[in-house]
């Protein structure tokens, strides 16, 4: 069973380029989180969706920042417009269930990580 | 807001030996999670341990093990007979039940010494 996958691993823009980070979460999982981690920082919760939902983005920036997870195909991270200070490593996780719905449903499965530099 | 407070940035330890990392955090709520995350060099993020607010009994994973004190607010990590292999950042994080985002601390930098 592959674990949470995360293309590209690593992805260099210019500023005011458009930067598109995907994740496959694991298999029979339904439920994808992204976290952005700054330097020597921990994680900060961006964005939870489950399929053609966006449920929760609380922790996304209102602008330039959008996220989708479509009935078929992989999660996307979508930022446009990039500045300096997007770059970061964004991380994906997926569960199979909502949280407290069982027991263990509720662990978050992370992907490696895209880490974004814009130059 | 819940917060997650991680008090020391870096630790260092022996091989073998035995370290505790500190973890507080904040919150009103009764029922929530904790959990503990290492990110090795590598980056990616493995769940080490979990803990549920409403067991009393601490959790215990093999060589790692935790102190949790709820009326205290305190979750600290304990990892027996250091190996070099648990050289890492150790992220405490902590979500309500039924919620979805995951706070976490800015982070302890572990370092086993052989």
């Known amino acids: 069973n592959a674990g949470v996958m995360q293309n590209p691993r690593h992805l260099v823009r210019r500023r005011g380029q458009e930067a598109r980070l995907r994740c496959s979460p694991m298999?029979?999982?339904?439920?994808v989180y992204w976290y952005r981690q700054l330097p020597e920082e921990g994680l900060k919760f961006m964005v939870y969706l489950q399929k053609e939902n966006i449920i929760d983005e609380s922790g996304m920036p209102k602008e330039r920042f959008s996220a989708e997870f479509p009935k078929e195909g992989p999660s996307i991270l979508r930022i446009q417009q990039v500045v300096r200070g997007d770059s970061a490593a964004y991380f994906c996780?997926?569960?199979?269930?909502?949280?407290?719905?069982?027991?263990?449903?509720?662990?978050?499965?992370f992907g490696p990580g895209t880490r974004l530099t814009v130059t | 807001a819940q917060t997650v407070t991680q008090s020391q940035p870096e630790m260092s330890v022996q091989e073998a030996e035995t370290v505790t990392l500190s973890c507080t955090y904040d919150t009103s709520e009764n029922n929530y999670y904790l959990f503990w995350y290492k990110q090795p060099p590598s980056r990616q993020m493995i769940l080490v341990i979990r803990q549920e607010a409403y067991k009393q009994q601490n959790a215990t994973e093999n060589r790692f093990s935790v102190n949790f004190q709820k009326a205290a607010k305190s979750f600290s990590l304990k990892i027996s007979d250091s190996q070099l292999g648990d050289t890492a950042m150790y992220f405490c994080a902590f979500m309500k039940q039924n919620n979805n985002d995951m706070r976490f601390g800015a982070g302890t930098r572990l370092t086993v010494k052989p």
């Open positions: 996780a997926s569960s199979p269930l909502a949280y407290g719905s069982g027991t263990g449903s509720y662990e978050q499965y």
């Open positions: 298999k029979g999982h339904s439920h």
